[in-house]
């Protein structure tokens, strides 16, 4: 599956920006998602999934950041709110086999190619 993730950019401090992440060329639906994201000289970590409809985001960034879907678009939206110069990253979506998404990398299949996200002032 080739996933298409886009939305990222540039944005001050306390901004937000909505990514959103689809698989190309008509593919299957993306019922386990996964978001992920790495910072320069940092290993890659998860951010939030989606198993079917049901939403988790890891701990330190719950309040902040939420995930969504779109079944009619096939797409998944990871919205960011508040955002943080730690923020600064690039965000992949992921998807696997199954409907349960997990929190480790080693569970997805496929990757999108990642989109870069900078807030700064």
């Known amino acids: 599956v080739q996933l298409q993730a886009s939305g990222g950019g540039l944005v001050q401090p306390g901004g937000s920006l909505r990514l959103s992440c689809a698989p190309s060329?008509?593919?299957?639906?993306?019922?386990?998602a996964g978001w992920f994201r790495q910072a320069p000289g940092k290993e890659r970590e998860f951010v939030a999934t989606?198993?079917?409809?049901?939403?988790y985001v890891t701990n330190s960034l719950r309040g902040r950041f939420t995930i969504s879907r779109d079944n009619d678009k096939n797409t998944v939206y990871p919205q960011m709110n508040d955002l943080k110069p730690e923020d600064t990253a690039v965000y992949y979506c992921?998807?696997?086999?199954?409907?349960?998404?997990?929190?480790?990398?080693?569970?997805?299949?496929?990757w999108g190619q990642g989109t870069q996200v900078t807030v700064s002032s």
């Open positions: 060329g008509g593919a299957s639906s993306m019922a386990a």
């Open positions: 989606l198993s079917g409809s049901t939403p």
């Open positions: 992921a998807t696997k086999s199954g409907i349960l998404g997990s929190t480790q990398v080693s569970a997805y299949t496929s």
